[in-house]
């Protein structure tokens, strides 16, 4: 349907991520993948939302000179908000332990932003999911960063993944923003624009 309605554009995704890519697909859009480094850092001030709404402004920096009239740019990003801190990737098996065992026996927050960026506007926007894990044994843990490696997970999880099938009591909001993508809000926006340009 999308494909249809958005005939006159050229939707550009600046994401590596196998999982944001596999939703465009199954979006049932035609896409094109335009990756381009960005050191993700934020000013210290910024909390919540701020940092991801933040971050994926940032990414599409780089390309708005060379956006076309007819090219939709799409940014994200991803992060775990818990004890009013903000967690991103972690950067090695400690690292993502002490994650794990934060959000152990607790509830956390998943924030996804969105930015839409075209050659004369930008649209950034973002869905809160609020996820519970179970208490989590060391060995659970441990044997979780063995299997699945994730690094590349804000949070050090990937809820579709080992650890959310025996972990996660219960959910509120997006699933799929919680992989990383609130699939609903870029469907209705995507529509939006396309009506309006």
């Known amino acids: ?4 309605t958005l005939k006159n554009h050229h939707i550009i995704l600046a994401s590596g991520s196998p999982r944001r890519q596999d939703f465009f697909k199954n979006l049932g859009l035609d896409f094109e993948i335009r990756l381009k480094p960005v050191k993700e850092d ?3 001030r910024l909390t919540h939302f701020e940092i991801s709404n933040y971050l994926a ?8 000179e060379e956006l076309n009239a007819q090219d939709i740019l799409i940014t994200s ?3 775990v908000w818990n004890n009013n801190e903000a967690l991103g990737k972690p950067q090695d ?7 794990l065992k934060s959000l152990s026996n607790k ?3 998943v924030i996804t932003s969105v930015c839409f960026t075209t050659h004369d506007f930008e649209k950034t926007l973002h869905s809160i999911t609020d996820v519970t894990f179970k208490a989590l044994t060391d060995d659970e843990i441990w044997y979780y960063i063995q299997t699945c490696k994730p690094f590349d997970k804000a949070g050090a999880y990937g809820i579709q993944e080992w650890i959310g099938q025996i972990g996660v009591t219960e959910i509120k909001g997006s699933y799929f923003n919680v992989m ?18």
């Not at 402004?57 to 708005?64: D, E, R, V």
């Not at 990383?180 to 340009?197: D, M, Q, R, W």
Request: charged share 15%; no cysteine; glycine share 2%.
């Open 1 to 4: 349907m999308l494909n249809e």
């Open 42 to 44: 934020y000013p210290s």
């Open 57 to 64: 402004q940032l990414k599409a920096l780089p390309y708005k």
């Open 77 to 79: 990003d991803t992060i």
């Open 93 to 99: 098996d400690t690292e993502a332990y002490n994650m």
């Open 107 to 109: 509830t956390h927050q």
């Open 180 to 197: 990383g993508l609130p699939t609903h809000l870029v469907y209705k926006t995507l529509n939006s624009i396309a009506e309006t340009f």
